[in-house]
C-alpha cells in the first residue's frame, strides 16, 4: 500500500511544502485532522511516512472530532486507524445539538460548524501537547478559497500553509499547498480509502459556491492548463503596491513613485 509513483509524487510535493514554509521542526508533536475524508486520509498517510524517513524526530496523533450529526460513521474511522497502527484520539462533541438550538435564522449553518469543530480541535491539541495542528487541504481549496472571497466578500484573503492557530497556542500547517486535488482522489482511489460521508444535513446546499469555483477553474483549465499553478503561484507573489489596501503602502520605497509600465 501507498508505494506507488502516485504516492511517491504526492509526497514529494509534500516534502517540498514542508521544505518551503518550515512546517515541520524537530520535536513538534502534531495533531492531524481526520474526518474520513480522501484529504485527511491521504495526509496521514503522507506525513507517517516521511516522519519515518525524516532526519528528526516528531510525532503524529490522528485526531477525529464527532460532530454527532446521525449517521456519521467514526467507527469506520477508528478501525482503519486501528488497522494502520496510527496513534489516534476519538473525540465526542455536541455541535449538532448546540447548532440547532443556537443558529439564528438566516446565518451560515456550515461557518457556525466549522467553528464549534476548529474549537473543538484545539482545545483537543492542546490536552494531548500538540504544538501543531496539520490539516488536508489542498491546492484546489487554496485558490478556490482565494475566488469565494473576492467574489463574494470582496476580501483579497486564501489560506496560509502555516499560521498561528485562533487560541494563539498551535500553529496550523497544510502540507498540501502544492498537490491538486486529482491526486488525492486519484491515490485515494489506488488504496481504497474508506471513504466516510460527513453526514452534515445541509453539506449539498453550503457546497454550491465552491463547487462553481470548482467549475470554473476546470472550465478554464482547458483554455489555460496552467492556472493552477499560476494561481496558486499568485499567492506568493503579491505585489502591495499595486493594490489598494492603504496600510500595505510604503511611499519610502523608492519603486512605488515610479511610474507603473503597461
Not at 492531524?32 to 525524516?54: F, P, W
Not at 489542498?138 to 467574489?151: K, R
Not at 489555460?224 to 503561484?233: A, N, Q, T, W
Amino acid at each position: 500500500m501507498l508505494e506507488s509513483k502516485l504516492f511517491h509524487k504526492v509526497r514529494k510535493l509534500a516534502g517540498k511544502a514542508v521544505g518551503d514554509f518550515s512546517l515541520i521542526e524537530a520535536g513538534d508533536r502534531i495533531a492531524i485532522g481526520v474526518s474520513g475524508g480522501k484529504d485527511s486520509y491521504a495526509l496521514l498517510h503522507t506525513l507517517d511516512t516521511l516522519r519515518r524517513r525524516a532526519p528528526i524526530h516528531y510525532e503524529l496523533i490522528a485526531v477525529n472530532i464527532d460532530s454527532d450529526y446521525p449517521g456519521y460513521r467514526t467507527d469506520i474511522i477508528e478501525n482503519h486507524l486501528q488497522q494502520h497502527g496510527f496513534t489516534y484520539h476519538m473525540e465526542p462533541t455536541e455541535c449538532y445539538r448546540i447548532i440547532e438550538e443556537k443558529r439564528r435564522p438566516g446565518t451560515s449553518y456550515c461557518a457556525f460548524c466549522a467553528r464549534l469543530r476548529r474549537g473543538a480541535l484545539y482545545d483537543v491539541a492542546q490536552r494531548l501537547g500538540c504544538n501543531k495542528i496539520a490539516l488536508g487541504h489542498h491546492l484546489d481549496d487554496f485558490i478556490e478559497t482565494l475566488l469565494l472571497n473576492q467574489f463574494y466578500i470582496g476580501r483579497l484573503a486564501a489560506m496560509s500553509p502555516k499560521l498561528l492557530a485562533d487560541n494563539g497556542q498551535q500553529t496550523v500547517i497544510r502540507p498540501f499547498v502544492y498537490i491538486e486535488e486529482a491526486k488525492l482522489i486519484a491515490l485515494s482511489r489506488e488504496n481504497s480509502f474508506p471513504i466516510v460521508s460527513c453526514a452534515c444535513p445541509v453539506a449539498s446546499c453550503n457546497d454550491l459556491k465552491r463547487q462553481r469555483m470548482k467549475r470554473m477553474i476546470r472550465d478554464l483549465s482547458k483554455e489555460i492548463p496552467d492556472i493552477r499553478s499560476s494561481l496558486i503561484g499568485a499567492l506568493g507573489n503579491v505585489q502591495p503596491r499595486h493594490l489598494q489596501d492603504r496600510d500595505l503602502w510604503d511611499f519610502s520605497d523608492p519603486k512605488n513613485s515610479a511610474e507603473e509600465k503597461l
